[in-house]
T-cell receptor
Framework: GDSVTQMEGPVTLSEEAFLTINCTYT??????LFWYVQYPGEGLQLLLK?????DKGSNKGFEATYRKETTSFHLEKGSVQVSDSAVYFC?????????????FGKGTMLLVSP | ETGVTQSPTHLIKTRGQQVTLRCSSQ?????VSWYQQALGQGPQFIFQ???????GRGNFPPRFSGLQFPNYSSELNVNALELDDSALYLC??????????FGSGTQLSVL
């Protein structure tokens, strides 16, 4: 079945450092790919998405490129802020059941210090 | 603010009891799905409702059941609670588009 593998955290960075969170997936076909973010005490929010191979999703300075050949969707940001501290989840939808049926990775906690 | 409200925020139950969790979505959000998020894990899909009918289910036993109502509210019911049911339960709704709106969740502890 579908699966998502993320790098384990926590990832600890200083403010303005470069961020990479790795995500690889196994799926039937070529699904859309998502990154969700969960701030402390809150629900998940969609951060960015890509709907086909070579697409780049971007939002709030974060970027991720859909790489079909390596089945990857790594999240990057050039300069992190303290306010980016959160848990980040890579996810893909079920091709059969649609976008509300998501398979998530285990999440990667990001801690940014001033 | 996602417009998805869950209640209660925290709940403590004893093994073997039954629990009902509630979710209120935005008007027009015809799809609602429920997820279980164990500590340190990603959310796992439980089931999905579309216009009051279940139309998708994850790998969860029948003691997990749900309802969706015409006023865009929904319920997750869990019977015969087990210790492993302790988790954050997330409700997510969608206006038939590809964007999901998540609530903040109900933290269930089973003792």
């Amino acid at each position: 079945g579908d699966s998502v593998t993320q790098m384990e955290g926590p990832v600890t960075l200083s403010e303005e450092a470069f961020l990479t969170i790795n995500c690889t997936y196994t799926a039937t076909g070529y699904p859309s790919l998502f990154w969700y973010v969960q701030y402390p005490g809150e629900g998940l929010q969609l951060l960015l998405k890509a709907t086909k191979a070579d697409d780049k999703g971007s939002n709030k300075g974060f970027e991720a490129t859909y790489r079909k050949e390596t089945t990857s969707f790594h999240l990057e940001k050039g300069s992190v802020q303290v306010s980016d501290s959160a848990v980040y989840f890579c996810a893909l939808p079920s091709l059969k059941s649609g976008y509300s049926t998501l398979t998530f990775g285990k999440g990667t906690m990001l801690l940014v210090s001033p | 603010e996602t417009g998805v409200t869950q209640s209660p925020t925290h709940l403590i139950k004893t093994r073997g009891q039954q629990v009902t969790l509630r979710c209120s979505s935005q008007s027009g959000h015809n799809t609602v799905s429920w997820y279980q998020q164990a500590l340190g894990q990603g959310p796992q899909f439980i089931f999905q409702y579309y216009r009051e009918e279940e139309n998708g289910r994850g790998n969860f036993p029948p003691r997990f059941s749900g309802l969706q109502f015409p006023n865009y509210s929904s319920e997750l019911n869990v019977n015969a609670l087990e210790l492993d049911d302790s988790a954050l339960y997330l409700c997510a709704s969608s206006p038939d588009s590809e964007k999901l709106f998540f609530g903040s969740g109900t933290q269930l502890s089973v003792l």
